[in-house]
Every structure is written in C-alpha cells, then in structure tokens.
C-alpha cells in the first residue's frame, strides 16, 4: 500500500467501485455480440422498411439498408453462418501468433530472457527499462500482462523499490503500451484483419488493402514515447507514493533467481538459431522470392511477399528459439511434449474462439446489411456540411474510443464494432485507412491500464495481495494507473500532432492521407 493511510476511500476508489458495479452488469463479450446481433437485424429491417439509402461516392451506386429480417436475409444467413466464422480473419492470424509465441512461454524461454537480462539495474532507470520491457513484451499479447508484473515487482524489490509500484509500472507499460512495439504483434494482424474486411465490404472484395505494417513505424517510434512517459511518471509520482517496501515477514522476501548456466547455454543455442533464420530471410530477400520487383527492376520492401506473409515468417522466428531453447533446457524431451504446450496454449483460446463465432456474425451481418455504409455516408456527409474536420476530429475520435474502451476491453471486440463506421467515413474525409486504424489503436491503449474490465488487472492483484500486500486493493493499483494512462494520453496525441505535422509515414507506403488511387473515387 501507498505511504499514505487511508482511513476511508477517496473518490478513486469511489469511482472505480461504481465502474466496477456497472461493468459488472455487462455480459461476456460472446454473448453481448449476439445482442447486437440482434439489435443490429431490427435496425436494419426498420431502417430497410423507411427507405433509408446513401449514395456511394466510390461506386455512384445507390447503397440501400437491407433487410435481414426477410426471406433473403434468412437465405444469406444460412447459406454464409459457417463462413462468417471460418473467414474472420482475426481468427487465424491469432491462433498462429499465439501457437507460435506461445512455445516461447511454455519453453521458459520468456521467463529467462528476463531474468537474465533485467539484473542489477540502477534504481533511477529501473521504471523505464520496465516500461519499455513491458511495451515490447506485448509482443506476447496478454503473455505479457501475467509475466511481466510480477517479475517487475521482484526487480523493484532488489533495487530498494516498492514492488507494487514495480508491478504498476510493468502492467503499465504491457497494457497501455499495446500499441507500440518495435516489431509486428498479433495485435497489429488481428486489427488489419478487421479493417481489411470493413474495406471490402466497402469498396469491394480485393479492391484494395492495408498491410499489417501499416502502423509499424509510428509503433516503433511510440514505443520509445510509451517507455519515458511511463517511467518519468513511475518516478515522479508513483515510487514517491509507495515509498520504500518493509515485507510484513521478512522470511517472504523474494529475490530474483540467477539463469543457470544451462539455461543461459540454451539461451545462446536459441540465439543462434534465431540468427540463422533471419540471415536466411535476408537472402531470401536480397537474393531469392521474398522481395518485389518494382517497374525499373529493383528489389523493395513495400508489397512484398516478406510484407504480405508476414505472419507466417512471425511464426517460425518464435517457434524456432522456443523449440531450441526447449530441447535445449530438458524442458521438451520429446514431439510429445512439444503437442502438450501447443495442446496447453489451444485450451486458453477457448473464450476466443467463441468471441470469434460471434464477432464473425455480427460483422458480416453488420456488412450484409450496409448499415454501416450508410451511416458512414451520411455521417461523413454531416461532417463535411458542419466543417468538423482535421486534427479536432481525430481527437474526437480517440477520446471517444478510450470511453468505450472502460467498458469493453477486447481490442478486436471494439474495432469489429466502430470499424465499419470509422473506416468508411474518416475515408471519405481524405484519411487513409491504415492511419484511421491508428488512431482507434490510441484511444484504445491507455485507458487499458486502468479499467476493470480487463481480467489481468485482477490478476495482478492477486499476485500483489498473495506476495506483498494482502491489504491492498483495485483502487491501490488504479490510483498508480489511472495518472500513467492520462498522462500517456495526452503525450500520445500531442506525439501524433507532431507526426502530423511534419508529415513523416506511418508505416511501409503508408501516410496520414487516402491513397491516390481511392481518393478521386471517395472524395468528391
């Protein structure tokens, strides 16, 4: 707990009580996509009734809200329920990441590359090397808010530091930081996923497309913005409210284990594994099919099969170190072993799965039923009529998604949901898409830290109240998130008004504006 005593909740804990009673009430987010499945079936059908159409600037066509409640609709519903499912994308590009990271963590690979690593830091540096850890840790997506709190807190403890706030820091940077990284995650996959299917309901199938690396290079450069603003604030603010930690049984004191030489041996074994493969996907580029041949016959990044398989080249750099270092370690022995850690890591994507089934829906059915068109249309419309365009709508948009984000923590939960209204729309304001897919990504990352929707803060808790503190609460760890996330907040969009400005790329061919090729069909 903090230096301070409290003798009675401040408005903090009041306030995250009352969000805690009303986020409660929400059901899993399964089955609040059947409600608006629902919801969504019945709006359409009135709206289809009333005559409600748009025109589209893209096509010149005439876009009419369809009626799922109908004949047609039933026979679309029943003849594509199956596809909807086995083509969202999200759901493959997440089970490969995950089978693929996820043989690094059963390996231990993960856990030893922190131990080994992170010793004997000065105190003064600790929060920021924490911070960028726990930014770059979400490599592992939600591998990173379990591993990286706790071991934060063991660092914090052998550098005279409270380990709560070692553990606020660590969730801080894996949570609020999810949309940086200095190299491609499964979060970028999954949301270019969604945005890829919004764009060909739009424009149509294969018309165009965003890379996964779309937002790649202002993630990198966030990355580094995420890592100071969360360590300044961690030492400014947060170590000086929790103070120095004095364990209520000096017995419990925990003290960081040194890697072994077996382990560190089998860390270098998958290091070299790791550098063969990238020295191969080098030549791969340089001399073999992984690059593309532009019009004047050189090699380039951009479109090329190295970009656009992406994914499955992610895959074998994780599984290869996993796989070396598991061997390795003894910790695999056998093919068998290696299918129980992969059997392991498939039993937690259970909930996924289902929240894909009917994410996968509600999406197509939210695409079927051009509801989202139309109101992109009109909406787009409205905006340019009233001149709220720019730099204010761009906040408008990140502040709105950061609200929503208190209730509804899923990532791809809220991007399934305000993708086809904000892709659709901000295009048709001259804004590219991958840049309209960056800036939800900043209103979805802060307010992460702090809302107690998310299961991890919970877990964190448990780690905090079972090691260090069994007094401590959810308004002991908020207090500490709430100001990293505001602040991180505020940086973040003042950081993209920079960016803005000086009009540097977002990612790989990838601005702030609509391609040229779409923009004289979309923006009249």
Known sequence: MPDKTLTKKTWLDKFLDGLERICNKLPPPAIMFIYLFVIVAVLS???????????NPATQEVVKVENPISTAGLMWFLENMVKNFTGFAPLGLVITMTLAIGMCEESGLIMALLQDKLRNIPPAVLPFVVAFVGTVGNLASDTAMVVIPPVAAVLYIGAGKHPLAGMICGYAGAQAGFSANLMIAGTDGLLQGITNTVLDGFLGEGVYNVEVTCNWYFMIASTFMCSVVIGLVCNLLIDKR?????????????????????????????????LIYLILLVVGFFAGPLAKINDEGKRVLVGSPLISNLIP???????????????????????????????????????????????????????????GTVFAISG????NGAGFTGFPLVVCVILLTGFINLLVTSGSAKWAILAPVFVPMLMMLGYHPGFIQLIYRLGDSPTNAFSPMSPYIWVTLGVAQAKYDKDAQIGTLAAGLFPIAMVLQVVWIIFLGVYMFLGLPIGPGVGTELPAELAGLLIQ
């Open 313 to 371: 080249i992610l895959f074998f750099f994780f599984a290869i170190p996993g796989l070396v270092y598991g061997f390795s370690t003894k910790k695999f022995k056998s093919s068998r072993d290696v299918n129980k850690a992969m059997t392991h890591q498939m039993e937690l994507m259970g909930s996924y799965v289902s929240f894909c089934f009917f994410c996968g829906q509600f999406n197509a059915l939210f695409n079927w039923t051009k509801l």
């Open 45 to 55: 059908a009135i709206l289809s009734l009333m005559g409600v159409s748009a025109l």
């Open 242 to 274: 929790f103070g120095k930690y004095e364990p209520a049984d000096p017995s419990m004191e925990v003290k960081l284990e040194e890697v072994s030489d077996a382990e560190r041996k089998a860390l270098g074994k998958a290091g070299i594994a790791l």
């Open 380 to 383: 787009a419309n409205f905006l």
